[in-house]
């Protein structure tokens, strides 16, 4: 990409995803554009980050999104790298401005694992969440006393102000559903979870209650994998893939661990998650056969 396309790129973002996009995603777009013009300028990530009074680290932590941006040294960058029209650099000083916007969970993050903290920044600025869990209903569609009950057995020996802090992230996870232009989702559920007994029969019908009128709405899809579908995962986990609306972002595929997790965004490491998601959504009962199977399930409570 020539440096005056990418910044013509830039510029069609600011004035046509800025609005609906968050600052994880802001913070990749600016960061895949300073990489950009800093390999078409023929400049190393040592000689960037000698001007800026930083290191090599910092330089690639910038070009992966993975930190926010003092806007001097954007600014610098972009005199480096020869962007000198004034209306150019104001298109990217104004995405590493907005990139720069407080985390709702800052206030959260001493019960938020590091490794979990890119997930909510990527969740929140997704437009489409596919997810295939085998153990527990999706966190975003968790009701607050599943959730609770999920998480104290998860957590046990943290003080009931920790466990409710907990609650508190994952049910504000879920407006991104809730909001005038809602996130997409698309759910493969594996039966088993739904037979798993979560914090008793009340609360596990008032969950699986939930779960049947959230998969009612335009945006939500839930499908449910049966016990006698014939689809083969292969021992494969919960995993989640998420796409973004700006074509210029790759697919990320997220896979969690006990202690920590997986984010992929190559070609080769996400398309076969990408088929796997594809096979399950085609195995898996469509619609009213899948809100069969969970009415059949609450029927037993």
Request: net charge neutral; no cysteine.
């Amino acid at each position: 990409m020539s440096t005056t396309h990418g910044l013509g790129v830039m510029s069609e973002i600011l004035g046509r995803d800025a609005t609906q996009s968050g600052p994880t995603a802001l913070r990749i777009l600016v960061g895949r554009q300073l990489r950009q013009l800093r390999e078409g300028s023929g400049i190393t990530r040592e000689a960037a980050a000698y001007l800026i009074r930083g290191s090599h680290s910092k330089i690639s932590r910038m070009e992966a999104g993975r930190t926010g941006f003092k806007l001097r040294d954007v600014a610098d960058l972009l005199t480096l790298y020869g962007v000198n029209d004034e209306a150019e650099r104001q298109a990217v000083l104004a995405l590493a401005e907005q990139a720069n916007a407080p985390a709702w969970w800052r206030d959260h993050r001493d019960v938020i694992p590091d490794w979990f903290e890119p997930y909510l920044g990527l969740e929140r600025d997704a437009a489409l969440i596919r997810t295939y869990e085998v153990q527990y209903v999706p966190g975003l569609l968790q009701t607050e006393d599943y959730a609770r009950a999920v998480i104290v057995e998860g957590h046990k020996g943290d003080t009931p102000e920790r466990i409710e802090r907990r609650v508190a992230v994952r049910m504000r996870r879920q407006h991104i559903l809730n909001q005038p232009n809602p996130r997409k989702l698309w759910v493969v559920l594996d039966e088993a979870a739904l037979h798993r007994r979560v914090g008793g029969d009340a609360i596990m019908r008032a969950q699986l209650e939930h779960l049947a009128q959230m998969a009612d709405l335009p945006h939500i899809t839930v499908q449910v994998l049966p016990f006698t579908s014939a689809a083969a995962v292969g021992g494969v986990g919960p995993v989640t893939i998420l796409r973004f609306a700006q074509k210029e972002l790759p697919d990320v595929v997220y896979v969690e661990h006990l202690t920590n997790a997986l984010y992929l965004t190559k070609s080769a490491d996400v398309m076969p998650y990408q088929k796997l998601m594809d096979e399950l959504g085609i195995s898996a009962p469509q619609g009213p056969a899948s809100r069969a199977i969970l009415r059949q399930l609450i029927d037993t409570l």
